[in-house]
């Protein structure tokens, strides 16, 4: 049998998740040292700007995921969408920037902000996968907390909440330091 080209195996790997893939979990299923599965992607992802292919591979925090080019959005989504994708409503936006400046957060928690119940639009925005339970408070009642998903920033066009606009008012060196931090139990 021919030797791999480690290329190839990328993108057949990455081809077969469809989804965001954590850098690390790749690297223990490639049997690769995590330093080096990084520098493969990096040179995977060069040679396909280099080659003008139709596809990318996105950096999404510290997971990586291929996927068609922007540039083909419309044509890919006329030909695959088989569901008109429904905008996402005011509240639907509000709950998400609480989330993705404060996280993790809990139902609670964006309540008070906003001011409104705010459970269904959680609930809706877990459904559409732009985000997710991030563990439980270490306090009585041990609520849920939620935070930003890859498919969030993958949607937003950011690879990490670090390109997040500043808050008004906010020092713009970090708009997701808050000062405190919270306990997360990860386990249910």
Request: aromatic content about 6%; glycine content about 8%; proline content about 6%.
């Amino acid at each position: 049998m021919a030797s791999e080209n480690p290329f190839s195996l990328l993108e057949a790997v990455l081809f077969a998740c469809g989804e965001p893939i954590e850098i690390t979990r790749l690297a223990a299923g490639l049997n690769v040292d995590t330093a080096a599965i990084r520098e493969q992607l990096l040179a995977y992802s060069q040679r396909l700007k280099a080659e003008d292919r139709g596809i990318e591979l996105l950096f999404l925090g510290e997971t990586v995921q291929l996927c068609s080019k922007r540039c083909y959005e419309d044509r890919v989504a006329a030909v695959v969408s088989s569901r008109k994708n429904v905008p996402l409503s005011g509240a639907a936006m509000e709950v998400l920037a609480v989330i993705a400046y404060n996280q993790p957060v809990t139902k609670g928690f964006i309540e008070q902000v906003r001011g409104v119940e705010s459970g269904q639009v959680v609930n809706n925005l877990v459904e559409k996968a732009l985000v997710e339970e991030a563990g439980r408070l270490d306090v009585p009642g041990r609520p849920i907390t939620y935070r930003t998903t890859p498919v969030f920033l993958r949607s937003f066009g950011i690879s990490s909440l670090a390109e997040l606009p500043p808050l008004p008012g906010k020092p713009e060196e970090d708009p997701m330091q808050d000062g405190e931090q919270l306990t997360i139990d990860s386990g249910n």
